[in-house]
């Protein structure tokens, strides 16, 4: 079973600030990785797919990247309602969710 | 518009059984897989069991597998999750999510906004 870790747990930044999510896989899942955002009371929303493509309408400011084990989620400049849990996915021969990153206001 | 609402949560007591629906519209259903997901209160996203288009797959993680069911009325674009012997773990939102293709492991493109299911006594 491939175990998907992200990191770290929270993440505390300022609006305008760059953040950086950090998401590790036990084995490799090639570029089938997922990112998704997830507000308060709401359904995660997808972001990211084959690592590094941004879904439709997705702001420029969101970027993945890496392949294999290891990934990345960068907002460029955070802005106020970039503030949510993110979750990185596995996906093509399973499904595996990460524990989730909490990006909150510094 | 795609559309996905689910339905059929609520209290039960430990030991019982439910059975969620999720109504899909602005998509012809029999061309993409359908997955439910849970979430436990303050916890993080939880697969939980997959159908392909036609309902002729079907795929369960440990979690529930031999005491839940998922299976798709594509002529009523319904997909639906039977859950038995429910135990207090099992209290989460379940959501269901339509995977980006006909392939039954794709990305969840769309997600319903959930519907909650509490077990307790």
């Known amino acids: 079973e491939i175990v998907m870790t992200q990191s770290p747990a929270t993440l505390s930044m300022s609006p305008g600030e760059r953040a950086t999510l950090s998401c590790r896989a036990s084995?490799?899942?090639?570029?089938?990785l997922a990112w998704y955002q997830q507000k308060p009371g709401q359904a995660p929303r997808l972001l990211i797919h084959g690592a590094s493509t941004r879904a439709t309408g997705i702001p420029a400011r969101f970027s993945g990247s890496g392949s294999g084990t290891e990934f990345t989620l960068i907002i460029s400049s955070l802005q106020s309602e970039d503030f949510a849990v993110y979750y990185c996915q596995r996906y093509h021969n399973w499904y595996t969710f990460g524990q989730g990153t909490k990006l909150e206001i510094k | 518009e795609v559309y996905l609402l689910e339905s059929g949560g609520g209290l039960v007591q430990p030991g019982g059984s439910l059975r969620l629906s999720c109504a899909a519209s602005?998509?012809?259903?029999?061309?993409?897989?359908m997955s439910w997901v849970r979430q436990a209160p303050g916890k993080g996203l939880e697969w939980l069991s997959t159908i392909s288009g036609t309902g002729g797959s079907t795929y369960y993680a440990d979690s529930v597998r031999g005491r839940s069911t998922i299976s798709r009325d594509n002529s009523k674009n319904t997909l639906y999750l039977q859950i038995n012997s429910l135990r207090a773990g099992d209290t989460a939102v379940y959501f269901c999510?339509?995977?980006?293709?006909?392939?039954?492991?794709?990305?969840?493109?769309?997600w319903g906004q959930g519907t909650l299911v509490t077990v307790s006594s």
């Open positions: 084995q490799s899942v090639g570029s089938n």
């Open positions: 602005g998509f012809t259903s029999s061309n993409y897989a």
């Open positions: 999510a339509r995977a980006s293709s006909t392939y039954w492991f794709d990305l969840f493109d769309y």
